[in-house]
């Protein structure tokens, strides 16, 4: 969307008869500096306006569904933990300050202040991602997902092949156990794809092209972070979980030969921890397979592991009953699927924002930036701003219900 | 004669350097950032549509014939209304007036040299494209038949059709229509030349701003529920899918709410267009300039609170439908402010009947029974009665195409000498006006009286009682496929026959009409001298050049009261 | 011209109890429509007339506003639309309000028939009220949203999955008056047609188009098999009449939206996983899980009929099908 910017660079020869056309930067259809800035800062807000109201309505979807299923936010609520999402925020609002530093930076003409913080900006979106791709992993192991992912394409009544689907739960599995090794693929394949930078950056320096090494440098930043952020992530999931996983495991070892059924619903978290010993060399293998499906979808990993509550929410739709005895809501995962498509659709905007910043950073490399000319930092940087805004109602409205 | 201070009528510059001749070659279209060349691009995309939309309806007309299956299926017949409402809403009216006319000339009615953002504008444009490929491409697999509300949740679950590719040619086009929006506000705010004041502003200029706010502000909602559609097809989202625990009607007012404000991007610049036509043909500046100015902007806002009018019957609560019906009539005040004060403009003017005229008069003729039978719809008992029957789709084709297509193909007729340099049949483009204005009529009134008896819409059989109404309205349909045919025809001869076209053949003050026919590629050699547009006596017929030229700068006809005295 | 005239006449007869005022209604707007329809148009054409261009001579001079006249044509309308606000809205309040007393019917839509169920356990295709008793229908929809629509008593009212919608009419003449769905719901959205059958409630009022009183319809229709009297496959074809069966399966042996009923009783037919025995069985499933074996060549369209077809009627239509072979 970077669009919002039109400097022409064909344009001089057009007209001779003043400065403002002999400017690198100015495009010929306006008559000054200005007017130009004036424009572009116009169309950047009405931009975020479309932007707002293109949220907005994800935000009237939730509005509805929680007025009329408020226990089915209260009670998913809790599977989404507050602590990564509370560190995603600080995250934001920190770039969010990088990136207003960096605009100041260009109004003073510190060019190289600015490109500091577009380096600290772009490492922080990455760090963001990088959250993001452990908690929506975790997620899709425990297959807390969208409310269709269970059903059928015959149990919706939908007569063709379109619906998405998760398959058939297998046996419950150690989560922790699968989690990690996923994430561990996933970190694997961030290290492989470090080639990118490596091999961009030595073209770059082979035939001395400043705008090919600083892309190589925003990649690496980029994914230097992501690792960092699925690090990170992991050991706040450790040192929140700590307990947890020790009682895990005692139950692990004392029962460690019991076979629960297969999908039986309304266990408790624990009960989970049980894993079928003849199955596990199999599972091994399946969850290496998963793992390379997963790095290559982040999303959507098509995970093995029964959920432990969520199970059976899905027997939904007015005629059936909700047989489960535990306390699960019907519906719950309406839950998430308001939640993937909402943090889904901002992480699209986090990708968009990153590659605005990188495009900022090659000019900023190449000096295009000066007082008088600063309008792109400044539209990325309203741009950057809302992104942080909408994720700073996101996270409450997600993450802190019942808390 | 001071040719140099007339832009207008010099005819010293060859036409070599109009923006049509400037350069050559395929790319120097494809790739081209001049508004009017996009405009014009934009002008032959929608036509294109236009015309493959209204060969659709002729093929649903001729079906209707006979109340039993005729030539095509039943399910050929869903598509072919499903497809024919799509490609006439989203491909044709929504881009067709501020795309092809406001590009042309928006900028130049200002007084600027281009859009704001030229970039942006050309990447409209080929979203546009994309998004009819989208279309052509649900049109070539599996075709659509969901109509084009894509109602939830038959267009999730049951219809085995593309539904996701048209939803994201859908969405596509509402960027392509954003950034037209934005491009227009933009270039409003900004670019408007000294002495351009807001109350200096030609009405079409106000009418394409007020739209262009309803493009920004309603169009991301329906992207954002046409995406929340596609992914409940594909996987299963939930929110509107009953049997997940979603809503369906929620999808309704998603929808409604970006596709009701969407009527009056429709219907907004064809009243501005009107509010030109109406005072150039009649010679006098416009009544009630500020009345008209503001009622654009009042039905541009009040358009957003009135969507629930579309599901009165939708098993929404009473208390809100109640609302929404009275908010309904507060909208229809500002239209009936606009037929007024063109009434006013043409009392005591000077009118002449060319061929633009004639459009606007059957506009006039057209929108109040498009306006008046919305009362009917708008009162809560009659309206449960008339939902969803051939009165609804009477009524929308009397405001959509009784308006909005009779204004445009007005406005075609009226800025076409400033397009393409080249004048058309004076005689055969009243002939067709003619004909589209009886066709019309003759098409569209009996599916009143057939919708007042209970004719459902959208019906592929029907009981032989409504045989009649259908017989006439099928005569009517193909005798305006074949008016409208004819107006193509006498346009497109034109650019081989007609004769070169003067700088302001018609008389009117606004600033287009400034430069030369076609119009060179930064519009104004110079920057224009901005007046009151509306003041038709600052223009008068100069025999000389065959047009009318400005009477302040014509040195023979001093204007007193223009000039003071011992400045 | 009598016909002529009925051509133009908008509406189809008033047979509710609210179809008088809405006509009332609508013709309000309609005179009040047409008077500032004629004005209009008749300025217009006027003043095309009257200020033609006369070449050289400049029109004479005249105001380009006048805010008083402004405020006028602003205000009046105004009022005039409150009025028509104010009259359709206790219109429809009325037809959303019903009486305490009713006698309550259940609809369920589906692609593409109704089915009526009432307090006895009668079920049919076709809707029977009793004359001059405040109706309330409860609907609800199998698949996608239907509406139901009877012109003839002036009301609608969609039918969305996944909630109950209500309804509610007198009628006022005995008689039969059509039913349509008006919200397009596929395929075959416009063979949603039935009628609406208004029964006498006594003896005397019974006419020839409707010759039963709706306590004798209701007794026969809560019975289709009445008591064993009539040969089962007779009260098979009433059963397949009740439920409208013949939206979709033809007796004539030729393809709809599902098989026919007649040829294959006794043979192997295809199905989507391979064959099967077309026999009683096959055929009890394809009414209680239709979507178990699907046909070769058809789609999975068929809702199930489980609770709503008892198990002697599903004998009956077995019965039925068996002898139309």
Same mark, same amino acid.
């Given at each position: ?82 602590? &990564? ?22 109004? @003073? ?34 297959? &807390? ?24 739960? &297998? ?48 990649? @690496? ?45 309304? @266990? ?136 | 004669?001071?040719?140099?201070? *007339? ?49 659709? =309806? ?142 200096? *502003? ?88 500020? +009345?008209? =100015? ?96 051939? +009165? ?7 405001? *959509? ?48 009286? *057939? ?117 | ?55 050289? %001579? ?6 380009? /506003? ?73 609907? %609800? ?57 208004? /029964? ?124 139309? %072979?």
């Amino acid at each position: 969307m970077a669009t919002a910017v039109e400097p022409h660079d064909e344009h001089q020869t057009d007209h001779g008869h003043d400065d403002w056309h002999h400017k690198p930067f100015s495009a010929h259809h306006f008559d000054n500096a200005e007017q130009q800035f004036d424009s572009g800062k116009l169309g950047m807000w009405l931009f975020l306006v479309t932007e707002v109201l293109f949220f907005s309505g994800l935000f009237c979807a939730y509005a509805v569904y929680r007025a009329n299923h408020p226990e089915v936010f209260i009670y998913a609520s809790q599977f989404l933990d507050k602590y &990564l999402g509370g560190m995603n925020t600080i995250v934001l609002i920190f770039s969010s300050l990088t990136m207003a530093w960096g605009v100041r930076c260009a109004q @003073l003409g510190q060019n190289r202040g600015l490109i500091i913080m577009l380096g600290i900006t772009l490492f922080c979106a990455a760090l963001f991602l990088g959250v993001k791709t452990f908690e929506y992993t975790e997620k899709a192991h425990k297959r &807390l997902l969208w409310a269709g992912a269970f059903a059928s394409a015959e149990e919706l009544g939908k007569t063709g092949s379109q619906v998405f689907k998760v398959g058939e739960p &297998l046996p419950k599995a150690e989560f922790e156990d699968r989690v990690m090794s996923s994430l561990g693929t996933i970190t694997k394949y961030w290290v492989f794809a470090l080639a990118i930078p490596v091999i961009i950056g030595g073209i770059g320096f082979g035939v001395k092209s400043r705008p090919a090494l600083t892309v190589a440098a925003s990649f @690496l930043i980029s994914i230097v972070a992501i690792i960092i952020g699925i690090q990170v992530s992991i050991a706040i999931h450790h040192a929140q979980h700590s307990g947890d996983h020790s009682a895990a495991h005692a139950a692990h070892d004392g029962e460690e030969h019991d076979e629960t059924e297969h999908g039986e619903h309304g @266990l408790a978290v624990k009960e989970d921890a049980e894993h079928a010993d003849d199955h596990a060399h199999d599972q091994k293998e399946a969850i290496d397979e998963a793992a390379a499906v997963a790095a290559s979808k982040q999303e959507t990993i098509a995970g093995e592991a029964m959920d432990p509550v969520l199970g059976d929410m899905t027997s939904a739709g007015p005629t059936v009953d909700d047989k489960s005895d535990h306390d699960a809501p019907r519906n719950a995962n309406i839950f998430f699927s308001i939640y993937y498509f909402m943090t889904g659709l901002h992480a699209f905007h986090i990708i968009c924002g990153m590659i605005a910043i990188s495009w900022l950073m090659v000019r900023a490399v190449e000096n295009h930036f000066r007082p008088d000319y600063f309008g792109p930092v400044d539209f990325v940087g309203l741009y950057w701003h809302i992104v942080d805004l909408i994720w700073i109602y996101l996270f409450p409205l997600l993450y802190l219900i019942g808390h | 004669m001071t040719s140099h201070v *007339m832009p207008a009528h010099s005819d010293s510059h060859s036409s070599a350097d109009n923006y049509l001749t400037a350069s050559k070659g395929f790319l120097s279209w494809a790739m081209t950032l001049d508004h009017k060349r996009i405009g014009l691009m934009y002008l032959i995309g929608t036509m294109t549509a236009m015309f493959i939309g209204g060969f659709l =309806a002729l093929l649903l007309r001729a079906e209707h014939l006979s109340g039993t299956p005729g030539f095509v299926s039943h399910d050929t017949y869903n598509q072919l209304f499903t497809l024919h409402g799509a490609i006439m809403v989203f491909l044709f009216i929504i881009p067709s007036i501020p795309g092809a006319l406001g590009n042309f000339i928006l900028p130049v009615m200002l007084g600027a040299k281009d859009v704001a953002f030229p970039r942006m504008n050309l990447c409209s444009f080929y979203l546009w494209v994309f998004g009819a490929i989208f279309f052509v491409g649900a049109l070539l697999t599996t075709g659509l038949d969901t109509g084009w509300t894509f109602y939830t949740p038959y267009s999730t679950n049951t219809s085995q059709t593309n539904v996701v590719l048209a939803t994201l040619g859908a969405f596509i086009l509402g960027f392509s229509s954003i950034f037209t929006g934005l491009n227009f506000i933009v270039t409003i705010h900004t670019m408007r030349p000294p002495g351009m004041t807001w109350f200096r *502003m030609p009405l079409f200029l106000w009418s394409l701003y007020a739209t262009a706010i309803i493009q920004v502000l309603a169009t991301p909602v329906l992207g954002i529920t046409l995406l929340l559609l596609a992914a409940e097809r594909m996987f299963g989202l939930g929110i509107f899918d009953p049997k997940l625990g979603g809503d369906p009607v929620l999808y309704q007012h998603f929808f409604w709410f970006y596709s009701h404000p969407a009527v009056y991007i429709m219907i907004l610049p064809g009243m501005g267009i009107i509010s030109e036509l109406i005072s150039t043909f009649s010679r006098k500046a416009i009544f009630g300039y500020r +009345f008209i =100015a503001f009622s654009s902007m009042a039905i541009a806002l009040l358009g957003f609170l009135v969507w629930g009018h579309h599901m009165f019957a939708s098993g929404q609560s009473e208390m809100v439908t109640i609302i929404f019906s009275a908010l309904t009539f507060s909208v229809s005040i500002p239209s009936a402010i606009k037929v007024f004060n063109w009434l006013a403009t043409m009392y005591k003017g000077s009118i002449v009947l060319a061929t633009p005229m004639c459009y606007a008069l059957s506009f006039l003729f057209l929108f109040t029974i498009g306006g008046l039978t919305g009362l009917f719809l708008g009162a809560l008992a009659t309206d449960i009665h008339l939902h969803d029957t051939y +009165f609804v789709v009477a009524h929308f084709h009397y405001v *959509m195409m009784g308006g909005t297509l009779v204004a445009f193909v007005g406005g075609l007729f009226y800025w076409w000498p400033k397009m393409t340099g080249k004048m058309y049949n004076e005689f055969w483009g009243q002939i067709s006006a003619l004909i589209v204005f009886v066709a019309f009529n003759l098409t569209f009134f009996p599916q009143f009286v *057939m919708g007042s008896r209970g004719m459902p819409r959208r019906y592929y059989n029907y009981l032989p009682e409504f045989q009649v109404y259908h017989v006439l309205s099928t005569i009517g349909a193909f005798l305006l496929g074949f008016g409208l045919l004819l107006a193509a025809i006498v346009l497109i001869t034109s650019l081989f026959k007609g004769r070169k076209a003067p700088a302001n053949p018609w008389g009117a003050a606004t600033l287009e009409w400034q430069c030369s026919s076609p119009p060179p590629l930064a519009n104004f050699e110079k920057t224009p001298t901005v007046g009151n547009p509306y003041d038709m006596q600052s223009v008068v017929w100069d025999p000389d050049t065959e047009s009318f030229v400005r009477r302040g700068e014509v040195p023979i006809v001093p204007d007193e009261s223009e000039q003071p005295a011992h400045a | 011209m009598e016909t002529f005239r009925n051509l133009l006449d908008p509406f189809p007869s008033q047979q509710s109890t609210f179809a008088a005022n809405v006509d009332a209604i609508y013709y309000f707007i309609f005179w009040l429509s047409t008077f500032f329809f004629v004005v209009i148009v008749a300025m217009m054409c006027y003043f095309v007339v009257k200020y033609r261009r006369v070449e050289g %001579q400049e029109p004479e001079k005249s105001p380009s /506003h006048n805010t008083p006249l402004e405020v006028t044509w602003s205000v009046i309308p105004g009022i005039l639309v409150l009025g028509i606000f104010w009259w359709g809205f206790t219109g429809y309040v009325d037809m959303r309000s019903p009486p305490a007393e009713t006698y309550d019917i259940n609809v369920t839509a589906q692609m593409w028939s109704w089915q009526f169920k009432y307090g006895t356990g009668a079920v049919d295709a076709e809707l029977h009220v009793p004359v001059g008793t405040p109706v309330r229908l409860i609907m %609800q929809s199998k698949d996608v949203i239907h509406s139901l629509f009877v012109p003839a008593f002036r009301v609608k009212q969609d039918v969305v999955p996944g909630r109950y919608s209500g309804l509610w009419f007198e009628a006022k003449e005995v008689g039969t008056f059509d039913l349509f769905c008006t919200e397009y719901c596929g395929q075959k959205h416009s063979d949603m047609i039935t009628k609406v059958v208004v /029964h006498a409630t006594d003896e005397e009022n019974v006419t020839e188009e409707v010759p039963q009183t709706f306590d004798q319809w209701l007794e026969v229709a809560s019975d289709p098999l009445e008591g064993g009297r009539i040969p089962l496959e007779d009260a098979g074809k009433k059963v397949v009449g009740m439920f409208g069966c013949l939206q979709c399966h033809s007796i004539d042996g030729s393809k709809k939206v599902g098989p026919s009923f007649k040829g294959h009783f006794g043979q192997q037919v295809e199905t989507r996983d391979g064959s099967v025995l077309m026999d009683e069985n096959y055929i009890r499933e394809s009414i209680l899980e239709p979507n178990a074996k699907i046909r070769q060549g058809y789609d999975p369209k068929m809702p199930s009929f489980k609770g709503a077809m008892k198990d002697e009627w599903i004998d009956a239509v077995i019965a039925y099908i068996k002898s139309i %072979q």
